[in-house]
């Protein structure tokens, strides 16, 4: 029996193990960003978030630029012309993958003192990402500068994967819903034994009694 036990925590572990290691392909993401606004923005680095587990939604952000004076009146600019702040996003060390890109209203980032969440959508492996949002803290613009200016992005990462998300159980769904029927159809058939089965006791009574007489008959 201990034994057994012993087999079945091993094997979960096992198992556990595996998920682990299978959805916890390391990531490093580079993020860049585009503070000149107009028709053909140009990108340049940010920051870098380390996925550690995307199971544990386990990320790191690192910031790459000191967020001075300058970037803080481009962003003002951005904002007040109501123009967008674009971001876009590569892995490192697989530039040739192209990027994923997202964006926001200059004037949400600027108000929230750069306080934001990424969202990061992963693929079923978990490794690579396939889409991103940006969220700042302000979601409508009120067209007044932030009451505690920016000292550096304040990144929340949030990661998301097809792999987690919960999967209906439909089997053991139904294996209830049958339980319940079958609770039901006994619950309302409570008549008693004979009631239930007079129609097959009955002739096996009556084969008894005939074939008894036959033999009593016989004597
Ligand atoms: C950073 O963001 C968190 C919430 O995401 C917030 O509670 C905190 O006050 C922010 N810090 C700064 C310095 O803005």
Redesign the pocket.
Known sequence: MLLYLLLISLLSFCSGFQEEDFLDGQLTLVVEDALDGGPSPIFTPRSTIHIRSVKSGNAVVTHMRQWTHDLEEKLKVLAENDDLYRVRIYHKGAEEKGYVSTFTKACQLYE??????FNLMVDTAGTSVVGAGLIP?VAVCQGEPPE?P???H???VMIRSPILAPVPDTATYIEKLEAMKNEKAEGKDNRSFLAKYWMYIVPVVLIMMLSGGGQEGGR
């Open positions: 929230s003192s750069l306080t934001e969440i803290a505690v920016a000292a550096q304040n990144t929340t």
